[in-house]
């Protein structure tokens, strides 16, 4: 069973400090959140109980002179709805029922820490299920309340019946048949109030109804006037629930103007009744909105999540409709601290959120950290008492890389503000990943990051493994790779980096870096008399570039650079995926000179199908046919048959994964031209490699 990823607050009630602080450390030590208080006797716990909001409450039964029995009824005497888990040091089936008679949720043996753990995970979540339903049920109930204020002003005559009789009716359905007050109509038969000469119709119709076979919800009737006048109006039935009963809605439509009705309604199904601030519906519905226009990169957003610290003692001291004016008052507080663009909502019955649409961090950080202070010096007159709160404020920005989820975002907004009450609370904290709670494309977003400041600050730099000829062959042939360093000088190579560059864009900027460093390799180099030729692969983006070949050509036509020392390497499933893009880029690097390789070739079921569109000059065979090649004929016999048919189409076959003399050694009988690995050489910053070794 999960549990929420939440501080768990617990109080120990046993003999000593030792056996709780060994529980909390044993807890802590399984990565729960734990925030532990002790009581030695029934004095402490009912101070705890008073001043403390808790979660659950170890017991243990064998203390000589505090009974389980009177734990559980200083519990109920504070009004506490929290698990109480009895602890014993003989645990059999007598000790069991006796303590869950006495109130105990469970009863676990004292030096069984496991089962302990396991208990307290249950009933942590059954306790956060039973909190959680207590707050949709407030909320029901403050649907019910503006449901029953839309029914009161509605213009419309509105009634409720049950089994045929009146349950309710509002002012102005009671007004169309002349009754002053409900008592009147109440229980008054709906039949009674039709003209006798259609009250079968009617019964028919409402059967009818009850079996969704009828073909409209409306039927025209002759009604009665409690004068006995006859009134002509269209009545809409439609199914419906009163006070959880089950019953039949009528409405009868006035002809008035409703725009004024309208507009009240809207603004009671968009704002909370206690503050006037936005409701919780409204402000979901408008953080969806600005979540899907920071992700398509319309606009940055943040929230601000706001919390009032001890406010189940703050509603023990004022009561409910004491709280009201709490809340009132801080909710103006919130309101006149916002920018005029900013949406503050109520949240929950004691907490707020507001959200902002900036690009800029500091202002929602702005107008978090002034709230702590302002609502700490603001004083609330409730009564003849004088009651201030303190509030824990938490901060979530929202960009193209968050997740798309917005209970995801107010997850995170919620999470953090606990972890600061947690800690005593009034203070202001901006939300940081932690580890497993980061999404994918938030990930990329950071390292999309890291390369764009690595490539500003030129920290990115260039590796280069040797490619050897099997055969006699002429030249130098290197690889290109990159890495990259973090401004702390944290070094990450490409294989760490290249799929998050490839999903956010930035692979195209890396391998025209790439292009264009090789070029200044080779420029340098020609002063030695050393003829290098470059494999250089190409990602998705750079495959669909239109603009792609013109630059290369550019570039070597400034540097008076050969293009057949430049080969380009894409890889086989991207070729196949956008093939049309592939073949296009070979065909117009091949017309400025430069070479063209596919990469990891070999899987499909005709591999030479592709080289049909792409007149590649070298294959780079598959990774997964190097596995475990000394050993393994099936893999030696793919390479062997690849390489024959590649020297059939006149292409050059080249084998990564070099690891060893006894790969290399194998290599040899197989038909390949050329061989790569870090056996030869890792990849280096220097073209060093003798190549005159083979």
Same mark, same amino acid.
């Given at each position: 069973?999960?549990?929420?990823?939440?501080?768990?607050?617990?109080?120990?009630?046993?003999?000593?400090?030792?056996?709780?602080?060994?529980?909390?450390?044993?807890?802590?030590?399984?990565?729960?959140?734990?925030?532990?208080?002790?009581?030695?006797?029934?004095?402490?716990?009912?101070?705890?109980?008073?001043?403390?909001?808790?979660?659950?409450?170890?017991?243990?039964?064998?203390?000589?002179?505090?009974?389980?029995?009177?734990?559980?009824?200083?519990?109920?005497?504070?009004?506490?709805?929290?698990?109480?888990?009895?602890?014993?040091?003989?645990?059999?089936?007598?000790?069991?029922?006796?303590?869950?008679?006495?109130?105990?949720?469970?009863?676990?043996?004292?030096?069984?820490?496991?089962?302990?753990?396991?208990?307290?995970?249950?009933?942590?979540?059954?306790?956060?299920?039973?909190?959680?339903?207590?707050?949709?049920?407030?909320?029901?109930?403050?649907?019910?309340?503006?449901?029953?204020?839309?029914?009161?002003?509605?213009?419309?005559?509105?009634?409720?019946?049950?089994?045929?009789?009146?349950?309710?009716?509002?002012?102005?359905?009671?007004?169309?048949?002349?009754?002053?007050?409900?008592?009147?109509?109440?229980?008054?038969?709906?039949?009674?109030?039709?003209?006798?000469?259609?009250?079968?119709?009617? =019964?028919?119709?409402?059967?009818? &109804?009850?079996?969704?076979?009828?073909?409209?919800?409306?039927?025209?009737?002759?009604?009665?006037?409690?004068?006995?006048?006859?009134?002509?109006?269209?009545?809409?039935?439609?199914?419906?629930?009163?006070?959880?009963?089950?019953?039949?809605?009528?409405?009868?439509?006035?002809?008035?103007?409703?725009?004024?009705?309208?507009?009240?309604?809207?603004?009671?199904?968009?704002?909370?009744?206690?503050?006037?601030?936005?409701?919780?519906?409204?402000?979901?519905?408008?953080?969806?909105?600005?979540?899907?226009?920071?992700?398509?990169?319309?606009?940055?957003?943040?929230?601000?999540?706001?919390?009032?610290?001890?406010?189940?003692?703050?509603?023990?001291?004022?009561?409910?409709?004491?709280?009201?004016?709490?809340?009132?008052?801080?909710?103006?507080?919130?309101?006149?601290?916002?920018?005029?663009?900013?949406?503050?909502?109520?949240?929950?019955?004691?907490?707020?959120?507001?959200?902002?649409?900036?690009?800029?961090?500091?202002?929602?950080?702005?107008?978090?950290?002034?709230?702590?202070?302002?609502?700490?010096?603001?004083?609330?007159?409730?009564?003849?008492?004088?009651?201030?709160?303190?509030?824990?404020?938490?901060?979530?920005?929202?960009?193209?890389?968050?997740?798309?989820?917005?209970?995801?975002?107010?997850?995170?907004?919620?999470?953090?503000?606990?972890?600061?009450?947690?800690?005593?609370?009034?203070?202001?904290?901006?939300?940081?990943? =932690?580890?497993?709670?980061?999404?994918?494309?938030?990930?990329?977003?950071?390292?999309?990051?890291?390369?764009?400041?690595? &490539?500003?600050?030129?920290?990115?730099?260039?590796?280069?493994?040797?490619?050897?000829?099997?055969?006699?062959?002429?030249?130098?042939?290197?690889?290109?790779?990159?890495?990259?360093?973090?401004?702390?000088?944290?070094?990450?190579?490409?294989?760490?980096?290249?799929?998050?560059?490839?999903?956010?864009?930035?692979?195209?900027?890396?391998?025209?870096?790439?292009?264009?460093?090789?070029?200044?390799?080779?420029?340098?180099?020609?002063?030695?008399?050393?003829?290098?030729?470059?494999? &250089?692969?190409?990602?998705?983006?750079?495959?669909?570039?239109?603009?792609?070949?013109?630059?290369?050509?550019?570039?070597?036509?400034?540097?008076?650079?050969?293009?057949?020392?430049?080969?380009?390497?894409?890889?086989?499933?991207?070729?196949?995926?956008?093939?049309?893009?592939?073949?296009?880029?070979?065909?117009?690097?091949?017309?400025?000179?430069?070479?063209?390789?596919?990469?990891?070739?070999?899987?499909?079921?005709?591999?030479?199908? &592709?080289?049909?569109?792409?007149?590649?000059?070298?294959?780079?065979?598959?990774?997964?046919?190097?596995?475990?090649?000394?050993?393994?004929?099936?893999?030696?016999?793919?390479?062997?048959?690849?390489?024959?048919?590649?020297?059939?189409?006149?292409?050059?076959?080249?084998?990564?994964?070099?690891?060893?003399?006894?790969?290399?050694?194998?290599?040899?009988?197989?038909?390949?031209?050329?061989?790569?690995?870090?056996?030869?050489?890792?990849?280096? =910053?220097?073209?060093?490699?003798?190549?005159?070794?083979?």
């Amino acid at each position: 069973m999960e549990t929420e990823e939440k501080l768990i607050r617990l109080l120990i009630v046993d003999e000593g400090y030792h056996k709780a602080e060994q529980i909390t450390s044993s807890l802590r030590a399984t990565g729960m959140h734990v925030r532990a208080e002790f009581a030695e006797d029934s004095e402490d716990m009912y101070e705890i109980l008073e001043n403390k909001t808790l979660d659950l409450v170890l017991f243990s039964i064998d203390l000589p002179e505090f009974a389980l029995s009177q734990a559980q009824q200083l519990i109920s005497d504070c009004g506490r709805h929290v698990a109480l888990i009895a602890m014993a040091k003989k645990v059999d089936t007598e000790v069991i029922v006796s303590a869950i008679n006495d109130g105990a949720q469970d009863v676990v043996a004292a030096d069984s820490l496991e089962h302990l753990i396991q208990v307290i995970k249950r009933e942590s979540f059954n306790i956060n299920i039973w909190r959680r339903a207590m707050r949709l049920e407030m909320d029901f109930q403050e649907s019910e309340k503006r449901c029953q204020n839309l029914l009161a002003n509605s213009k419309d005559a509105v009634a409720y019946v049950h089994e045929g009789m009146h349950i309710f009716a509002n002012q102005v359905y009671m007004d169309l048949f002349g009754h002053p007050d409900f008592d009147e109509l109440e229980g008054t038969p709906i039949i009674d109030m039709v003209d006798p000469s259609q009250q079968n119709e009617l =019964k028919t119709f409402l059967r009818d &109804l009850s079996k969704n076979e009828t073909e409209s919800n409306e039927l025209d009737l002759q009604l009665i006037h409690s004068s006995g006048e006859k009134i002509s109006a269209t009545l809409e039935f439609s199914r419906a629930s009163y006070d959880g009963e089950p019953c039949t809605q009528i409405l009868i439509r006035s002809s008035a103007d409703t725009s004024e009705l309208e507009e009240q309604i809207n603004y009671l199904h968009q704002h909370d009744l206690v503050t006037g601030l936005f409701n919780r519906q409204h402000f979901m519905d408008e953080l969806k909105t600005a979540i899907a226009q920071a992700i398509n990169g319309i606009h940055k957003s943040f929230i601000v999540y706001v919390a009032i610290d001890n406010f189940q003692t703050i509603r023990d001291r004022v009561g409910i409709s004491g709280c009201d004016t709490l809340i009132t008052d801080i909710a103006k507080i919130l309101q006149d601290s916002a920018d005029e663009k900013d949406m503050v909502a109520r949240f929950g019955a004691c907490s707020y959120i507001c959200l902002g649409n900036s690009n800029s961090k500091k202002r929602g950080e702005a107008y978090a950290s002034k709230l702590p202070q302002l609502i700490e010096q603001h004083i609330s007159e409730i009564g003849n008492q004088s009651i201030s709160a303190t509030c824990s404020v938490s901060v979530v920005f929202i960009d193209e890389n968050s997740p798309d989820n917005a209970n995801e975002i107010v997850s995170r907004a919620e999470k953090t503000c606990e972890e600061v009450q947690a800690e005593g609370g009034n203070q202001i904290r901006t939300y940081m990943p =932690k580890a497993g709670e980061i999404t994918q494309g938030e990930e990329d977003g950071i390292t999309a990051d890291l390369i764009k400041d690595a &490539l500003n600050h030129n920290r990115i730099r260039g590796l280069y493994q040797p490619i050897v000829g099997v055969k006699a062959q002429e030249g130098e042939r290197y690889i290109s790779s990159l890495e990259l360093a973090s401004e702390d000088g944290h070094v990450m190579h490409e294989s760490e980096f290249h799929s998050a560059a490839e999903r956010t864009g930035t692979a195209k900027m890396l391998d025209r870096w790439r292009i264009l460093h090789a070029i200044k390799k080779i420029k340098d180099t020609q002063r030695a008399s050393r003829k290098i030729q470059f494999f &250089l692969p190409l990602s998705a983006d750079s495959i669909k570039d239109p603009g792609l070949a013109v630059w290369v050509s550019e570039n070597l036509a400034k540097s008076k650079i050969n293009g057949e020392q430049l080969v380009f390497l894409i890889d086989e499933a991207q070729a196949v995926n956008q093939l049309k893009a592939a073949k296009a880029l070979s065909k117009a690097l091949q017309q400025i000179h430069c070479h063209f390789a596919i990469d990891e070739f070999g899987t499909g079921i005709n591999p030479f199908q &592709l080289v049909k569109h792409i007149d590649a000059d070298f294959v780079r065979i598959n990774h997964v046919y190097m596995e475990n090649l000394a050993q393994n004929n099936e893999n030696q016999d793919s390479i062997r048959e690849l390489a024959y048919q590649a020297m059939d189409h006149e292409i050059k076959t080249i084998t990564p994964g070099v690891t060893d003399a006894a790969v290399l050694s194998v290599l040899w009988t197989l038909n390949v031209d050329f061989v790569q690995g870090d056996f030869l050489q890792p990849p280096q =910053k220097e073209l060093n490699y003798d190549f005159s070794s083979m």
